[in-house]
């Protein structure tokens, strides 16, 4: 019979090694992460400030704070709370995130798009020709958007095409889905500029709404109450609903868009109670012809 009390002393060290050794990279992990992500801020401030050709005691000037205090950030003797991140955020107007997640120096900075509250930066390509190229959304990366819309690497990883015709404005194409939105059927896109503040949005209007909670959605917009978008579909089968300012993460308003197929006569659905009255007066005129 087995014996349970058995060892076998060479498997027991093996594992008390293995033990060991997963326990202590764990340990280095947890205790350096920190560090590297600091590390990458240190270089970060440090090449921002060399970029723009001035000097520590400027900066530091501009945060309130001794050269002294800012040079021991740069340095990465000293790490810097949150309210110093916020005024140096603000003050080279690029995202915390990046400041601590991306290496700066590989991102040509006067090619970055600016937006409101230091929210995020988007990454401006242009053609031979100096038109801005549009980055296109396929279903394909659809899911990773939410994740990737403020990193400019996986914005720099979307398909691009150029359409000088759109204009000032900085634009961007994603997918439709399902047949909310006639005529605009199932894989076509459409195409919008970058909306900075909720203001801008005008009632009635349609938009590409990124949100926490419904994703990528492409609706007619209106504002019923301060801080609160009633997002409507034209297809009148789905009922509309609300959404919060602080659920909203991007709005991209409809400029254009790009049919995969040809629009069938049927797709034609009137969207208000005048063509519908219309349609069926000339209808009755018709048949009194006869």
């Known amino acids: ?28 992990v947890v205790t350096n992460y ?12 440090r090449s921002l400030r060399e970029k723009k050709k001035i000097t520590q005691e400027e900066v530091a000037e ?22 110093i991140l916020k005024r140096i955020a603000h003050y080279y107007h690029i995202s915390i995130d990046l400041l601590l997640s991306v290496d700066v120096r ?9 937006l409101e509250n230091n929210r995020l930066v988007l990454p401006i390509t242009v053609d031979t020709n100096g038109e801005n190229f549009i980055e296109i959304v396929t279903q394909k990366v659809k899911a990773g958007y939410l994740n990737g819309y403020a990193d400019p690497e996986y914005i720099e990883s979307l398909q691009q095409i150029s359409l000088p015709f759109l204009g000032p404005g900085k634009h ?17 896109i459409i195409v919008g500029r970058y909306i900075e503040k909720l203001g801008e949005v005008m009632d009635g209007k349609t938009y590409i709404l990124i949100t926490k909670s419904e994703g990528m959605v492409y609706k007619r917009l209106n504002k019923n109450k301060k801080n609160i978008l009633v997002v409507e579909s034209d297809n009148s089968f789905y009922p509309a609903y609300e959404v919060k300012a602080s659920d909203i993460l991007e ?23 005048k063509d519908m009255y219309l349609k069926l ?7 009194k012809r006869y």
């Open 62 to 83: 501009s945060l309130v704070i001794s050269r002294g205090r800012y040079a021991k950030y740069e340095y990465g003797t000293s790490e810097a709370p949150y309210e």
């Open 34 to 45: 920190n560090k590297i992500t600091m590390s990458l801020f240190f270089d970060n401030i």
């Open 172 to 188: 961007r194409g994603f997918p439709v889905e399902g047949d909310s939105m006639p005529p605009h059927e199932d894989g076509s």
């Open 251 to 273: 709005i991209w308003e409809y400029t254009c868009s790009i049919a995969i197929k040809e629009f069938k006569p049927n797709n034609s659905i009137p969207n208000t109670i």
């Open 281 to 287: 007066s000339n209808e009755i005129k018709d048949i």
């Open 106 to 114: 590989k991102i040509p900075m006067d090619n970055l798009l600016k």
């Open 1 to 28: 019979m087995y014996n349970c009390s058995y060892h076998n002393p060479f498997l027991v060290l093996y594992f008390t090694k293995l033990v060991q050794i997963v326990t202590n990279l764990i340990i280095f």
